[in-house]
């Protein structure tokens, strides 16, 4: 019999992609006839340079928004409303229904908010106190 280990660490690439790997069947197996995950991303660039950028996923109806970004100097001119469209644009032009997306309250929840997403719940104090995580999702 052989001893069972049990290693804590930090990042661990070759760990996270086995278990993606291992959910991705899973997940697969128990929802037949729904097409796998695929990811979903959007590049903005102005002159060769990346102003903002969207990254996500879309799974049978449902599409998901892991990180949205735009350059600080680009906030506020729309450059952001141009990402979220065109990644809203091509999850309903999958099939996608519905998006999900998550912010904490000292990011941009009123960004998403604007653009039509509702909350739908909130971890309150995480990070840490006086900070929420906030849930949220648009209908398409």
């Not at 102003?51 to 906030?75: L, Y």
Request: negative net charge; proline residues 3%; hydrophobic residues 40%.
């Amino acid at each position: 019999m052989t001893d069972t280990v049990v290693t804590i660490g930090k990042a661990d690439a070759a760990l996270d992609q086995l278990l993606n790997d291992e959910l991705d069947a899973y997940n697969a197996a128990a929802t037949s006839g729904v097409e796998p995950a695929e990811e979903l991303t959007v590049r903005v660039e102005h002159d060769g340079c990346l102003v903002a950028g969207v990254s996500g996923w879309t799974w049978g109806q449902a599409a998901g928004i892991g990180m949205t970004w735009v350059r600080e100097d680009q906030r506020g001119t729309g450059v952001g409303t141009s990402a979220m469209t065109a990644f809203e644009d091509e999850a309903r032009s999958r099939g996608c229904t519905h998006v999900f997306v998550t912010s904490f309250t000292f990011q941009a929840p009123g960004f998403y908010q604007r653009l039509g997403y509702r909350e739908i719940f909130r971890w309150e104090s995480v990070p840490n106190p006086g900070r929420d995580d906030v849930h949220m999702r648009k209908e398409l």
